[in-house]
């Protein structure tokens, strides 16, 4: 968990000072929707409706913190037995976007009026990752053959299925920019996919070896708010 941290603050102060003369470090605010599905015990998943809500601060035009928010479903099934779990995930995430790589003039308004659409999306093709909390409500049917093997292994069938717990997200994605200013894109499509790691093994209420995971597909808007200072 310290290399975790570690790596999550170097990554976020990795070269703010650069390409931010005429930047007014905006927060944007975003919302979007997509499809979520889980990697767990029982391993015929199904993919579901999952929504999100975002609030980001920009350290540089290419450098974020955020927090955003989650609820969505996941379910799996196999041969009898199956889960639903309708759970609620926030968390604190860091991004950083391909443009900070690239050769841009330092002023930041000179790439902002006068780089092509197809610069503008390179440069906001971005990785992250974050920490967070995730709270389960998870209904199951298993069969008596089915949890007698799991407890033979070694497993354990979760009595508590409404817990919260610590997770460890991904992210890839791009914001698409609309409109041009000087300080900057004000509107942007954002589509992303976010992989999702768990700390208790227990997406499905079934704890096993293998540490449960779910993945959630978006697409979304996000909305600017420019400080001009």
Known sequence: ?????????????????????????????????????????????????????????????FISVGL?????ELSGFNSGN?????????NVNAKL????????????????????????ILAN??????AGLMKNRISRSLTEKYADGIVKAGGEIADDRSGIHFVVPFNVGVDIPFGRTLYGPQWAVNVNYQHTLTTND????????????????????????????
């Open 68 to 72: 955003q928010a989650q609820k969505g």
């Open 97 to 120: 976007r391909l443009g900070k790589f690239m050769n841009l003039p330092e002023n930041y308004s000179y790439f902002t009026l006068g780089a092509s659409n197809l610069q503008r």
């Open 1 to 61: 968990m310290k290399k975790l941290l570690l790596t999550l603050t170097l990554f976020t102060c990795l070269g703010i000072g650069t390409v931010s003369a005429q930047f007014s470090r905006p927060v944007t605010v975003g919302a979007g929707a997509g499809v979520a599905y889980g990697l767990a015990d029982l391993g015929n998943t199904k993919l579901h409706f999952a929504w999100y809500g975002e609030a980001d601060y920009l350290l540089s035009p």
């Open 82 to 90: 199956e889960y639903s779990n309708k759970y609620y995930a926030g």
């Open 125 to 130: 093709i971005y990785i992250g990752a974050g």
């Open 202 to 229: 227990n997406l499905d209420g079934i704890i096993n070896r293998n540490k449960d995971q779910y993945g959630f597909a978006s697409i979304g808007v996000k909305y600017a708010f420019f400080n001009r200072n």
